[in-house]
């Protein structure tokens, strides 16, 4: 790593990753409900092929290693791009930071939609792995013709447990992107003021929406240091989150809780530009900033993450929405 000039910042540190705080407190997932009546439509993918399907991805993700062509057979969205981002980093002799992916995918329960339309999905909550924390698979096919791939695994926050839903002989309901019945908004809204919040703080309308957590705490954080840190050096920072856009064009999936709620998985690319003093340096780049870069020192930096959350929303009337897991972690830079 080069010598920073005399008067140009170091950058405060450029990957937001998700921290150890996002593991060894997470509560198991409650098992799932006793079965009732059976329900019709019954489930699309029945217990048994959800486990081959696990199955199957546990081998080609074992057997591709950090090869990316091998991985896009069973991998997709951010879990690919962050899985990249890795090997990458790995590459350049750099260690990747945390990003609250699943360690382990051994599956613990299931949750199977009822859902008959394409795209199709289901959730596989795993076993602890070495983070003691348990993660929320999220599998998609796009269409009939096309296998079932990890699109997400955020891990559970400290303290988090998930709501309990339908057994998965009965399977449970999708709610869409944009139903609110008995709900405090539409998964599509509670996605995007969570995303106003983790952008704008205390600052963001839909603050009060939302019970307070672990990650947002870290970011809210990270992002103030970051921000003086330039500032006081004549640098500047700049941010924007927006939901992903999913292969299949889905950059979120809901489905129903017992309790009459709502679970739901969402997708953000947050992109964060930092630059230095005018006509100086942003200084020396962090190890995994500089390995995705290609450089080691830039005036300025384009930072881009991809960050998953499960969203627990409740009933109307039923109080603030609780987010219980996160993946977050950084997939492209361009410095210049």
């Known amino acids: 790593m080069s010598r920073r000039p005399a008067g140009a910042l170091r950058a405060a540190p450029a990957v937001l990753a998700v921290p150890a705080l996002l593991a060894g407190c997470a509560q198991l997932p409650p098992v799932p409900a006793v079965p009732r009546a059976p329900a019709s439509p019954a489930p699309v993918v029945a217990p048994v092929q959800a486990e081959r399907v696990v199955d199957d991805v546990v081998r080609v993700v074992r057997e591709a290693g950090d090869d990316p062509e091998a991985l896009a057979g069973r991998v997709t969205g951010p879990e690919l791009a962050l899985r990249r981002a890795a090997a990458r980093v ?37 076993e602890p792995g070495a983070d003691s924390a348990p993660s929320v698979v999220v599998l998609r096919s796009a269409s009939a013709r096309e296998p079932y791939r990890v699109w997400a695994t955020p891990s559970l926050l400290p303290g988090a447990s998930l709501p309990t839903t ?7 309901a999708a709610v869409g992107p944009d139903e609110d019945a008995n709900l405090l908004a539409s998964p599509r809204e509670v996605a995007q003021r969570y995303a106003d919040v983790l952008t704008d703080g205390d600052a963001s309308p839909a603050d009060a929406d ?13 992002v103030a240091e970051q921000t003086d840190a330039l500032r006081a050096g004549g640098g500047t920072f700049t941010q924007t989150r927006e939901l ?8 979120l999936v809901a489905l129903r809780t017992r309790d009459g709620g709502a679970l739901v998985v969402a997708g953000y690319r947050w ?14 780049l962090d190890p995994v900033t500089a390995a995705l870069a290609g ?24 109080g603030v929405v609780s987010v219980l897991a996160v993946q977050s972690g950084l997939t492209e830079v361009e410095a210049g």
Request: hydrophobic share 35%; proline share 11%; charged share 30%.
């Open 295 to 318: 450089r080691e020192q830039a005036r300025s930096a384009r930072l881009v993450r991809e960050e998953v959350v499960v969203l627990d929303v409740p009933p109307t009337d039923g």
């Open 244 to 251: 992903l856009d999913g292969a299949d064009d889905r950059p």
């Open 90 to 126: 790995r590459e350049a002799g750099a260690e990747p930071p945390p990003t609250g992916s699943a360690d382990e995918l051994t599956p613990l329960s299931s949750s199977l939609p009822r859902e008959e339309d394409w795209p199709r999905w289901f959730l596989v909550i795993t």
């Open 166 to 172: 339908e057994a998965p002989a009965l399977g449970v």
């Open 271 to 284: 992109e964060t530009t930092a630059t230095g003093p005018e006509g100086g340096l942003l200084g020396d």
């Open 210 to 222: 939302f019970a307070e957590d672990a990650y947002r705490e870290q970011v809210t954080r990270s």
